[in-house]
């Protein structure tokens, strides 16, 4: 199984089937000056998170994220930090005035399509996980049951034919035109 995340595409041979590109990601954890907000809240250029405080501290709230495609580099940048806080405050105005507690950067596997690549492939025995991008956390369960069910055959999830029971083709590691002889550092 690959499942090595935006670096699946640099295993010798599986840039053929897991063609993956990191998509890095800003984040900042901010504390509102009153109140927090109490549930998510989502837009065009931000999401954000309530988080519950720990004993002690007032409340976190987690405002995200950027994507950028700048290869594997992780810095935090001012302007990303600043752009993530603008459009924070336009969504909740009653953040103005936060204070900056944190902020990371992440890479997130990202597909040409920006969907999973999920599925056997057409060398026995080689299954691709990766290129979850925004949604990696999300897809975990499924993606772990249908992994086990195409592994082990059972039928939990799989028809007669050992097949997903739900259409998994749009997420077949085969749809980029891809085949053993591009792979063939891996046969």
């Known amino acids: 199984i690959i499942a090595a995340g935006c670096f699946s595409a640099g295993i010798e ?50 405002a995200g994220a950027t994507v950028e495609y700048t290869g594997f580099e992780k810095s935090v940048t001012p302007g990303a930090v600043q752009s993530l806080i603008e459009a924070a405050i336009a969504l909740a105005p009653g953040l103005a005035g936060v204070e900056i507690l944190e902020t990371w950067a992440g890479l997130r596997p990202d597909s040409p399509d920006h969907l999973p690549i999920l599925g056997p492939t057409d060398l026995e025995g080689l299954f691709i996980a990766t290129g979850h991008f925004r949604s990696g956390i999300l897809l975990a369960p499924i993606t772990a049951r249908l992994l086990r069910d195409w592994l082990t055959g059972e039928s939990r999830s799989l028809d007669a034919d050992r097949r997903p029971s739900l259409d998994t083709s749009p997420f077949s590691p085969l749809r980029f035109g891809n085949s053993r002889d591009a792979a063939s550092g891996l046969s």
């Open 13 to 62: 041979g599986a840039a053929a089937y897991a063609p993956v590109r990191p998509a890095k990601g800003q984040m900042v954890a901010v504390r509102p000056p009153g109140p927090a907000i109490k549930r998510v809240l989502w837009s065009e250029h931000v999401y954000l998170v309530p988080r519950t405080a720990l004993p002690g501290e007032g409340g976190r709230i987690l």
